[in-house]
């Protein structure tokens, strides 16, 4: 009898490679690889990667660095590197890094199985075409129902807006929607094996189905997911502020099961850095948005992503992005140095700031966040929320969940509680969670 091989998947980057190490979990099944959480015992080692900024492709060859080691002696270790970093640098990587057995790229997920066995033969394989839009979809790879109380569902990849600073369209191509009766099938087998909450997976969720004349938009999707029986809840990521459509918005007002949190990324505040970055709005076109989306569900808590540093970003423009802050009041953000990438326009601009400059504007805006998010948590001290329990605390004793604006909440109660909707008193704050008891 075959022993079941070991695989471990080292995951860099966003919510979408995230989904993607499942799918290479599922994936390699067949092939008797089970998950382990050490690579030291692995005999298939992945490297699902990103390179949207310079420093998580820095930390990928320190880790195959680090890695090199278990490759020596009699055991026979397998080396794979996915995603995006194998999409950019393709075959390169293999001469790059000579103790590398397999690079695949983003289109090149329902080919790991065979390129697994490949590696297993002593070849060297490696694929990084990308697919036409049709290819794409019949050949989309998902994931088998496994259980769990939250799930994600990717529902398109790619990306066509080509803002000057971001790689993702090079490394993950042009915009692809999935066929909505695919994505609900997989929601339904979802909900059969526990799952009571999805988030609806995309580079840009907002153009869903516009270049599929037979699909619904994005705001249609919705209304279709809130229709599967055994969801409770419904989130989505990530949102580009100029598709944001008004009947999305709405969304918001009038599905119950659609979670009162959006990440709508600014990257600026200033109309002149944003039209750099060709963002495609303008600072008080955002703010309109946001107006309308607290105005469609009163409470609603925004998270974005912010980059500092942009090349000819001047302090009145850097100040201009603490303002919006203020005045949108996010719950959470991720902010960045600038960081230059191949392929793309802003790579060729010029910059006068120093590093120095740079982290120290790094070090206000995240300063003026941490206050703001203490702040708005602080200001649900007192509030019975809606918490979707998740598991066990890693504060011991303690379950743990989210509420509906996606705020992290411990609580102690019995682990029966575990997938389901918990009505929880906040009774203590702090930077990065919530602390509860049940009611």
Request: hydrophobic share 35%; proline share 5%; with cysteine.
């Given at each position: 009898?075959?022993?079941?091989?070991?695989?471990?998947?080292?995951?860099?980057?966003?919510?979408?490679?995230?989904?993607?190490?499942?799918?290479?979990?599922?994936?390699?099944?067949?092939?008797?690889?089970?998950?382990?959480?050490?690579?030291?015992?692995?005999?298939?080692?992945?490297?699902?990667?990103?390179?949207?900024?310079?420093?998580?492709?820095?930390k990928v060859y320190s880790e195959l660095g680090r890695l090199k080691g278990l490759k020596r002696g009699d055991r026979r270790v397998l080396l794979g590197v996915g995603g995006c970093i194998a999409q950019q640098e393709g075959e390169k990587l293999l001469k790059r890094v000579p103790y590398l057995d397999l690079v695949f790229g983003t289109h090149s997920l329902h080919l790991l199985p065979e390129m697994v066995r490949a590696a297993?033969?002593?070849?060297?394989?490696?694929?990084?075409?990308?697919?036409?839009?049709?290819?794409r979809l019949d050949l989309f790879p998902r994931k088998e129902a496994e259980g769990g109380v939250t799930r994600f569902v990717t529902v398109m990849q790619g990306c066509d807006n080509f803002c000057s600073y971001c790689i993702?369209?090079?490394?993950?191509?042009?915009?692809?929607?999935?066929?909505?009766?695919?994505?609900?099938?997989?929601?339904?087998?979802?909900?059969?094996?526990?799952v009571r909450e999805?988030?609806?997976?995309?580079?840009?969720?907002n153009s869903y189905g516009l270049k599929s004349p037979?699909?619904?938009?994005?705001?249609?999707?919705?209304?279709?997911?809130?229709?599967?029986?055994?969801?409770?809840?419904?989130?989505?990521?990530?949102?580009?502020?100029?598709?944001?459509?008004?009947?999305?918005?709405?969304?918001?007002?009038?599905?119950?099961?659609?979670?009162?949190?959006?990440?709508?990324?600014?990257?600026?505040g200033s109309d002149r850095i944003l039209a750099r970055m060709n963002r495609g709005y303008s600072w008080r076109e955002y703010l309109e948005k946001i107006a309308a989306l607290k105005q469609a569900r009163p409470g609603i808590q925004i998270t974005g992503d912010m980059i500092v540093g942009f090349p000819g970003e001047s302090e009145e423009d850097f100040l201009q992005t603490l303002s919006l802050m203020e005045e949108v009041g996010y719950a959470d953000l991720f902010s960045f140095i600038f960081s230059a990438r191949p392929e793309t326009a802003a790579a060729s601009l010029s910059d006068s700031l120093t590093r120095r400059e740079k982290q120290e504007r790094l070090d206000r805006l995240q300063r003026l966040q941490r206050g703001?998010?203490?702040?708005?948590?602080?200001?649900?001290?007192g509030s019975i929320?809606?918490?979707?329990?998740?598991?066990?605390?890693?504060?011991?004793?303690?379950?743990?969940?989210?509420?509906?604006?996606?705020?992290?909440?411990?609580?102690?109660?019995d682990p029966s509680l575990i997938g389901t909707m918990a009505a929880v008193r906040i009774v203590d704050a702090f930077p990065n969670s919530l602390l509860g008891e049940p009611q």
């Open positions: 009898m075959n022993h079941a091989k070991k695989l471990y998947i080292e995951t860099f980057g966003c919510q979408m490679n995230v989904n993607d190490s499942e799918t290479m979990f599922a994936l390699l099944k067949d092939l008797e690889y089970e998950p382990t959480d050490s690579p030291s015992g692995a005999d298939l080692i992945i490297l699902n990667t990103c390179c949207i900024r310079a420093k998580a492709e820095q297993e033969q002593g070849e060297r394989p490696s694929q990084t075409d990308f697919l036409d839009p049709e290819t993702v369209p090079y490394v993950r191509g042009r915009e692809v929607s999935r066929r909505s009766g695919d994505i609900l099938r997989e929601i339904r087998e979802m909900t059969s094996t526990g999805v988030t609806l997976l995309g580079q840009n969720v037979d699909e619904p938009d994005f705001a249609g999707l919705l209304r279709m997911v809130a229709g599967v029986d055994g969801i409770e809840r419904i989130r989505f990521t990530t949102s580009h502020p100029k598709d944001i459509s008004p009947s999305l918005i709405a969304c918001f007002a009038e599905l119950d099961k659609l979670c009162g949190h959006i990440h709508l990324p600014a990257q600026s703001m998010t203490l702040e708005r948590n602080r200001s649900l001290v929320q809606q918490v979707l329990v998740e598991g066990t605390s890693r504060q011991g004793g303690q379950l743990f969940g989210r509420t509906g604006g996606n705020r992290v909440v411990n609580f102690p109660a």
